[in-house]
């Protein structure tokens, strides 16, 4: 399904362009004929390099890459705010980012209460407040966004303790059921010889 994006034209200068929800394949998928790759092994087997480039490319190190017309990073570290051009209100400490997340919300409770005196006094300079407010909500959500990391590994301990907790209640159980058992045998083989 190809959609085009406002503003049409599809140049080279014009970014909003002509964009298809899958991609065509590459132009070189012609190349893979059955004859192409018969001659391509034939002559890696002589030790010629064959003209056509058939062997797959290098997986990409580092930089970034276009798929599905968005470019990506290959880096697994999300962007900092200063990348994103957002000013960033956190300090580079980690260690203390509960108390300047407890920070910025009194900041957003206090400026939001401004926001509301701005707008019973003052609508038309509600803007300068607003954009405040939405900087001091981006901060906060990178600020929580730092801590998923530290939450999946807490969730997965907490798993992991819950699964060995079962398996020690399971294994108490069967321990209970035998004990139960060899007395039942025991006074079962004492009946049997009365």
Sequence with gaps: MATAAPGGGGGAANPNKLTLQYPPPPPFYALYTD??????????????????????????????????????????????????????????????????????????????????????????????????????LINMHFALNSYRPHQARDVLRLMMEQQINRRREAAQKIIHVLDEVREKLTNAASDSQI
């Design 35 to 136: 004859s192409n790759i018969a001659t391509h092994k034939e002559l890696k087997a002589k030790g010629v390099v064959p003209d056509l480039p058939l062997d797959p490319p290098p997986p990409l190190v580092e930089g970034s890459y276009t798929m599905f017309g968005e470019i990506l990073n290959t880096s697994d570290r999300p962007p900092t705010l200063k990348e994103l051009g957002i000013r960033q209100l956190l300090s580079d400490d980690p260690s203390g980012l509960v108390a300047e997340l407890k920070n910025l919300n009194h900041s957003l409770l206090l400026n939001y209460l401004e926001l509301t005196e701005i707008l019973s006094t003052r609508p038309g300079d509600f803007a300068a407040k607003v954009e405040q407010i939405r900087l001091i």
